[in-house]
């Protein structure tokens, strides 16, 4: 089993930033990818950014030049730098771990942006 803890989700004034941390524990083996998704009330999930094993990051448009995934291998982590937040970026984000095909979900850790 695979277990995701994320952290660092709050209020956030429009403008401002947050970093999201999430780290893996359990039976971690070979990683395909770590990401982030959100999911905003009465929407679908989405992504939000994903890095692969082999360097690849991808972005969501509505993201993309404002957040910046990044991981420590080492500590199975894996970081989502949010800047020039916006009140639509409002959402639950949530911790994904790709390995050997099956995902694993972290609980979600909640972003508002609000002034």
């Known amino acids: 089993q695979v277990h995701l803890v994320e952290s660092g989700g709050g209020l956030v004034q429009p403008g401002g930033s947050l970093r999201l941390s999430c780290t893996a524990s359990?039976?971690?083996?070979?990683?395909?990818?770590m990401g982030w998704y959100r999911q905003a009330p009465g929407k679908q999930r989405e992504l939000v950014a994903r890095s692969s094993s082999i360097g690849t990051t991808n972005y969501a448009g509505s993201v993309k030049g404002r957040f910046t995934i990044s991981r420590d291998n080492a500590k199975n982590t894996v970081y989502l730098q949010m800047n020039s937040l916006k009140p639509e970026d409002t959402a639950v984000y949530y911790c994904?771990?790709?390995?050997?095909?099956?995902?694993?979900w972290g609980k979600g850790t909640l972003v508002t942006v609000s002034s």
């Open positions: 359990g039976s971690i083996f070979s990683i395909n990818a």
């Open positions: 994904n771990l790709d390995q050997s095909g099956m995902n694993y």
